[in-house]
């Protein structure tokens, strides 16, 4: 059942079809005189727009947000050219960024009665592939010129009028030659584009040849301020730890995330017959680094965002010295260290608190419930056989798997596993299927997702409602968008695609835990990346206080003269006064070198940011300072932070 942007949608998409294909002219002349009435309202000195053409009217696009069902839109734009094509069609094609994403577009379509099968060669046309067949292609398979054998295809395989479709139109936008390619296609024929993060791309290729193309192009702008704006999809809460840290603190946040993910598990299982009408997954935790193998960072240090999350789970399972309980409790009791005036974590985990769970209940049970162990132990991470990039992670002496790292070179992230000294153990497995197709059944066991970038993009589940992140966000762009797109997805009651708050009526107390998505990053300006695409699609990310401020003329004061105090001309202060500048034993200097830890966070008063200190201020004691040598000081903490 469409939404209301969907109808809109592609109504839009039938009235320019009409027009194109019986009013061509007409539509032209139209378009050109609402360029001309934009230009003649400019004032002097503006750039004026550039009047459309002929080609301009060959591509449609449609910029609009992770899980608004921009595939629907696809399938029925399919429909509605097919039945308003007037000429025969050479190809019709499909064009996505992975492999991944073209098997999904194969269910779907085939889901959707529409004729698809993968791009082969060999098939010339649509005589060969089949009447109105989509066939289904890899944009990095696209060559100019095809040299040797391999699975690479000549843009020269696709002359005569094509049909064109491109997923994540975004790819390849900052990319000549990708580009001429998709150019090179759809050049006698159409095409449609889809995209989340058009205007995020277009930023970062800084062209404007290229905005003045999509800004003729995109017909429908459905972005994320629309999307969030209008009730659908989860809220978020994003705790960001910016700077370099120790492995400690990294793992303390990781079992925050770990916590926050065990009490919206604890949710689902304990409310499930309440929560039924709302169409929520069981809840998956998914890590995402920008590391598998080593890299090293500007320390010269030696680092792996997925060997630190392994190994983060492998100190879990032991819990040494009682580590896990004894950090648990501090994130229960809110004291963490985290503070700016209270513990970042003092007012979360509200639902374990009135569950009265302690740390060895909340222990027992995260060993149970999620790592599918009663007892714990240490890690094992088994090499699946028959299915290329995934390593299962289950706990010693169980059959289980709990989790999986699905990354593209295992041989090398398990070298790197064995190199290193954590203990965690490898092995193999020739038997079990693949656990990333099967994520999304009801009776999977996986619990927790880790890798890199291969699932950023296209994947779809409705399961995600916790994401960890390590050094994702300092340089990537639209892909930022794209892997908060992975957690936000709703389906909601009635399917509606929105959350309980922006509904009527009344909903289970402990709903929206599971309507949230947690974001837990450690050294990433995700949330500063995040928080600046969200200002440029216009979305306010601080509440504004009008204060009204009355302002009056104080006339009356015009009439008095200025009162301005000096001292006597007979008098001086210099020549009749002493000073004596001593130091005051009851001033404390204090300096502060705590962690910097950012939160952010949508709800139903709009988005809220703030900045908190971890740790404890460092005084310098009173007896020490004497009469301050304040130069020498300044001169220690100098080289204190260049040691440091």
């Not at 050109?32 to 009047?51: T, Y």
């Not at 429908?220 to 704006?229: K, L, T």
């Not at 979305?539 to 009056?552: A, Q």
Request: hydrophobic share 35%; glycine share 8%; aromatic share 10%.
């Amino acid at each position: 059942t469409l939404r209301y942007f969907q109808h809109l949608a592609v109504l839009y998409t039938e009235i320019f079809l009409d027009a194109y294909f019986n009013r061509r002219g007409k539509l032209l002349q139209s378009l050109n005189g609402f360029v001309d009435k934009r230009n003649a309202a400019k004032k002097s000195g503006e750039p004026k727009d550039v009047k459309f053409s002929e080609a301009d009217l060959k591509k449609l696009a449609f910029w609009m947000a992770t899980g608004s069902g921009k595939t629907l839109i696809m399938h029925i734009n399919y429909r509605q050219f097919l039945r308003y094509n007037d000429l025969p069609l050479d190809n019709i094609l499909l064009i996505t960024p992975n492999e991944g994403l073209s098997e999904q577009h194969m269910e779907e379509m085939t889901a959707s009665d529409i004729p698809c099968r993968r791009f082969d060669l060999n098939e010339s046309g649509l005589m060969m592939a089949g009447k109105d067949a989509v066939r289904i292609i890899e944009i990095t398979k696209l060559v100019e010129e095809k040299r040797g054998g391999g699975v690479s295809v000549p843009v020269e395989a696709f002359e005569g009028n094509n049909l064109i479709f491109v997923d994540e139109g975004h790819k390849g936008s900052g990319g000549d030659a990708w580009r001429s390619f998709r150019d090179t296609l759809g050049q006698t024929g159409f095409t449609f584009e889809y995209s989340a993060t058009f205007g995020q791309a277009l930023t970062a290729a800084r062209n404007d040849d290229l905005t003045e193309e999509y800004g003729k192009a995109i017909i429908f702008d459905y972005s994320y301020r629309y999307f969030h704006g209008d009730g659908y999809g989860k809220d978020f809460r994003i705790l960001n730890l910016k700077e370099e840290t120790t492995e400690d603190k990294t793992e303390t946040l990781l079992l925050g995330n770990l916590l926050s993910f065990y009490e919206q598990q604890r949710v689902f299982k304990e409310s499930g017959e309440q929560l039924r009408p709302y169409n929520l997954e069981k809840p998956l935790w998914v890590f995402v680094g920008s590391s598998v193998n080593a890299v090293y960072t500007k320390n010269k240090e030696k680092r792996s965002d997925v060997l630190t999350v392994a190994r983060f789970l492998h100190h879990l399972l032991e819990n040494k010295r009682d580590w896990a309980k004894k950090a648990i409790k501090k994130l229960l009791d809110g004291k963490t260290g985290l503070v700016d005036g209270q513990d970042i974590f003092a007012e979360k985990f509200q639902y374990l608190r009135d569950a009265r769970v302690d740390a060895d209940t909340a222990y027992q049970e995260l060993l149970a419930n999620i790592l599918h162990t009663p007892t714990g132990g240490g890690l094992h991470l088994c090499d699946l056989r028959g299915s290329t990039g995934e390593l299962g992670l289950k706990a010693s002496g169980a059959e289980e798997y709990f989790g999986l790292i699905y990354i593209g070179d295992t041989t090398s992230f398990k070298k790197l596993v064995e190199a290193d000294d954590s203990g965690i153990t490898l092995e193999e497995d020739a038997i079990s299927d693949s656990l990333f197709d099967g994520i999304n059944e009801p009776e999977t066991t996986v619990e927790i997702l880790i890798g890199a970038k291969k699932f950023m993009e296209g994947w779809n589940s409705w399961r995600v409602s916790n994401m960890g992140l390590l050094n994702i966000g300092r340089k990537e762009g639209s892909e930022i968008i794209q892997l908060f797109g992975r957690g936000v997805r709703l389906r909601g009651k009635d399917f509606t695609l929105k959350r309980s708050s922006a509904l009527d009526g009344n909903r289970p107390k402990h709903l929206p835990l599971l309507e949230t998505l947690n974001i837990f990053a450690v050294r990433a300006n995700y949330m500063s990346k995040f928080r600046e695409y969200l200002e440029k699609e216009g979305i306010e990310t601080e509440d504004d206080v009008e204060l009204p401020l009355p302002i009056r003329t104080n006339d009356d004061f015009f009439e008095q003269g200025l009162v301005v105090p000096r001292i006597p001309d007979d008098r001086s202060f210099a020549g009749e006064a002493d000073v004596l500048l001593e130091v005051d034993p009851s001033i404390r200097v204090r300096v502060d070198m705590s962690l910097k830890v950012q939160t952010f966070e949508s709800g139903s008063d709009g988005f809220a940011a703030k900045a908190v200190k971890a740790g404890r201020e460092r005084a310098i004691p009173d007896e020490s300072l004497g009469l301050v040598d304040w130069q020498r000081v300044y001169l220690d903490l100098l080289d204190y932070k260049e040691r440091k």
